[in-house]
T-cell receptor, first 116, second 116 residues
């Protein structure tokens, strides 16, 4: 069974600085998807960034980028120029490629606080 | 475009009572998911529907939980009778069917359930 591990329960960063959130996963599959979701306090979960395992190029979305290391089964999220609105729980998630089952397997999350 | 709608947003019940949650997915999304998010953990899949059929309900506690999506659009999740450990946020998500390359799941605001 696939598992996702986020080893940092809480992190903090000063506004405008850069922070990296860690995620490792375990799977025997070769093709899969990886995601980072953001869940602000009392607000709904939204997608931050997505990576397909067959793509070697790391995904980027504005201030958000990932470092995908397939052999090491590592998928870290880098947030540049942190803003107060980035304060949230961040979840790393895995799902298999193909097939009819779309189940996302989530880590326990990292609580990020951006300080002014 | 309207997002995933859920109601109610909050519910407090006594143990052994019953409760129902409602979800309306994004228009055109054939796949609907119910997740349970216990405090301090990542969401865990309860059930996945494709149109009005069940794709995966392997983690649904069927002795007390039931879900339906009769017309392939709205869905209802029911708990009867509730236990203290059912206190959690119940998230509904929708997406296009897996395997079409549009794998992103969009989440609703969730229903926060407290069982006393």
């Amino acid at each position: 069974a696939q598992t996702v591990t986020q080893s940092q329960p809480e992190m903090s960063v000063q506004e405008a600085e850069t922070v990296t959130l860690s995620c490792t996963y375990d799977t025997s599959e070769n093709n899969y998807y990886l995601f980072w979701y953001k869940q602000p306090p009392s607000r709904q979960m939204i997608l931050v960034i997505r990576q397909e395992a067959y793509k070697q190029q790391n995904a980027t979305e504005n201030r958000f980028s990932v470092n995908f290391q397939k052999a090491a089964k590592s998928f870290s999220l880098k947030i540049s120029d942190s803003q107060l609105g980035d304060t949230a729980m961040y979840f790393c998630a895995f799902r298999n490629y193909g097939g009819s089952q779309g189940n996302l397997i989530f880590g326990k999350g990292t609580k990020l606080s951006v300080k002014p | 475009e309207a997002g995933v709608a859920q109601s109610p947003r909050y519910k407090i019940i006594e143990k052994r009572q019953s409760v129902a949650f409602w979800c309306n997915p994004i228009s055109g999304h054939a796949t609907l998911y119910w997740y349970q998010q216990i405090l301090g953990q990542g969401p865990k899949l309860l059930i996945q529907f494709q149109n009005n059929g069940v794709v995966d309900d392997s983690q649904l506690p069927k002795d007390r939980f039931s879900a339906e999506r009769l017309k392939g659009v709205d869905s209802t999740l029911k708990i009867q009778p509730a236990k203290l450990e059912d206190s959690a946020v119940y998230l509904c998500a929708s997406s296009f069917p897996p395997g079409l390359g549009q794998e992103t799941q969009y989440f609703g605001p969730g229903t926060r359930l407290l069982v006393l």
